[in-house]
């Protein structure tokens, strides 16, 4: 059983910044998987917002490179996304992921 459990989320206004923490516990060698954070706003797919690998190696969408900066800590097992110049179409529910499980997500509202 693997559980991934986010935290972070709110009401920001544009410009604003937030950070999003997603604490992964179960049976997985989480050092050795990539680890991710989604977005999925209303109306629209779910869609990959950024992700780190075991090696360290990262992928952004393009809508938030320069913006989004995401992190892991292996020791911890945890997986962090923090999000700068916050604009009003980065509102969306974000959702932890590793291989194939979703955390419950957390929602991010950016007002204009």
């Known amino acids: 059983q693997v559980q991934l459990v986010e935290s972070g989320g709110g009401l920001v206004q544009a410009g604003g910044s937030l950070r999003l923490s997603c604490a992964a516990s179960?049976?997985?060698?989480?050092?050795?998987?990539?680890m991710g954070w989604y977005r999925q706003a209303p109306g629209k797919q779910r869609e990959l917002v950024a992700q780190?690998?075991?090696?360290?190696?990262?992928n952004y969408a393009d809508s938030v490179k320069g913006r989004f900066t995401i992190s892991r800590d292996n020791a911890k097992n945890t997986v962090t996304l923090q999000m700068n110049t916050l604009k009003p179409e980065d509102t969306a529910v974000y959702y932890c992921?590793?291989?194939?499980?979703w955390g419950q997500g957390t929602q991010v509202t950016v007002s204009s």
């Open positions: 992921h590793v291989r194939e499980y």
């Open positions: 179960g049976n997985i060698l989480f050092r050795f998987v990539t």
């Open positions: 780190v690998t075991s090696a360290g190696s990262i």
